[in-house]
């Protein structure tokens, strides 16, 4: 059952943090997921036009999508919005700041031409990747990143799991937990991680890394570790999903679903920040924690990995 303590309500983290026009975007996809057919068209076509959205009425946006008005309101109502007046604003905040994170700090490099064919290229991506880590910095819970940092620190074992695209930022926070002193293992196969659940001794900590919030494998392995008693901590984008409902502590990554191509990257960029927030909390307040063992070792083995200038 989810410790009520640890993580209240993940949906008052975003509100309370990312504040209306960051926690719109988060709402929307959730709600796009949904088994109400009727509504999670109507919010996927709201995030596929968001610009388009902005200069429609509520009629015209009935017309566009084939629903009522009074299904709109509905619609509405069911993102915790006062009306459609709410949402246009909403939206129209979260595009303001994603906006305003890009002009803080992209664009193309001035030693080269602007007039490239690639430069274009060049600054979508970036673009991109930087409003994920702009959402990110705001949806993100200083409350529950803390509760995250104490129960790593208060383990004997972290288990992380990530299938698909989040396998890569399992494993690469288990090996920036192992050069911080943590024990951990990183699991990818979902019988592996069922044989786990299943046999962990006391003590451990599963940190388990979804998108969707619904891989069926992370859920069963969350589930089979509450019924024992063990801490779960869930980084997703959806923070009314299955894994998050079940987690003790919830870490909502951003996440994008336009343009499909960058959605990939762009949800694992958010999902890696929040694994580097964890890791230099974990360095930088917990260093006299007796977990954190002394990593000069660790240091002298890797640099005899590494080729000293006579070997060259």
């Known amino acids: 059952m989810k410790n009520e303590h640890i993580q209240p309500h993940a949906d008052e983290a975003i509100d309370s943090i990312g504040g209306r026009g960051i926690a719109i975007f988060q709402k929307l996809v959730s709600v796009?997921?949904?088994?109400?057919?009727?509504?999670?068209g109507l919010s996927?076509?709201?995030?596929?036009?968001?610009?388009?959205?902005?200069g429609l009425t509520i009629h015209n946006l009935a017309k566009?999508?084939?629903?009522?008005?009074?299904?709109?309101?509905?619609?509405?109502?069911?993102?915790g919005l006062s009306g459609y007046k709410e949402l246009r604003l909403a939206l129209a905040e979260g595009r303001?700041?994603?906006?305003?994170?890009?002009?803080?700090?992209?664009?193309?490099?001035?030693?080269?031409s602007s007039n490239h064919e690639m430069?274009?290229?060049?600054r979508r991506v970036i673009d991109v990747n930087s409003e994920q880590l702009f959402k990110t910095s705001s949806l993100i819970s200083y409350d529950a990143l803390q509760q995250a940092a104490d129960l790593l620190v208060g383990s004997n074992h972290v288990h992380l799991a990530g299938f698909g695209s989040s396998a890569p930022v399992a494993f690469d926070a288990y090996q920036r937990f192992l050069a911080l002193g943590l024990t951990a293992s990183a699991h990818s196969d979902p019988h592996i991680l069922a044989a786990v659940t299943a046999?962990?001794?006391?003590?451990?900590?599963f940190l388990g890394i979804s998108c969707s919030g619904r891989t069926r494998d992370i859920t069963d392995a969350f589930e089979t570790?509450?019924?024992?008693?063990?801490?779960?901590?869930?980084?997703?984008?959806?923070?009314?999903?299955?894994?998050?409902?079940?987690?003790?502590v919830v870490l909502v990554s951003a996440v994008r679903r336009s343009p499909i191509s960058m959605d990939v990257i762009s949800t694992r960029i958010s999902q890696l920040a929040i694994i580097e927030m964890i890791s230099v909390a974990l360095a930088e307040n917990?260093?006299?924690?007796?977990?954190?063992?002394d990593t000069k070792m660790l240091d002298r083995e890797i640099a005899k990995k590494q080729v000293s200038p006579e070997d060259k």
């Open 32 to 40: 796009s997921r949904s088994a109400d057919k009727t509504m999670a």
């Open 44 to 54: 996927q076509w709201v995030l596929d036009n968001q610009m388009e959205v902005g």
């Open 64 to 79: 566009r999508t084939g629903v009522s008005e009074t299904t709109v309101f509905r619609f509405c109502k069911m993102l």
């Open 96 to 112: 303001g700041l994603a906006l305003g994170a890009q002009l803080a700090g992209t664009g193309t490099p001035t030693d080269q």
């Open 119 to 122: 430069a274009s290229t060049v």
């Open 199 to 205: 046999t962990v001794r006391p003590g451990a900590v």
């Open 225 to 248: 570790a509450g019924r024992r008693g063990f801490k779960r901590i869930a980084i997703t984008s959806d923070p009314k999903s299955p894994i998050a409902q079940i987690s003790d």
């Open 286 to 293: 917990y260093e006299d924690a007796s977990i954190m063992h």
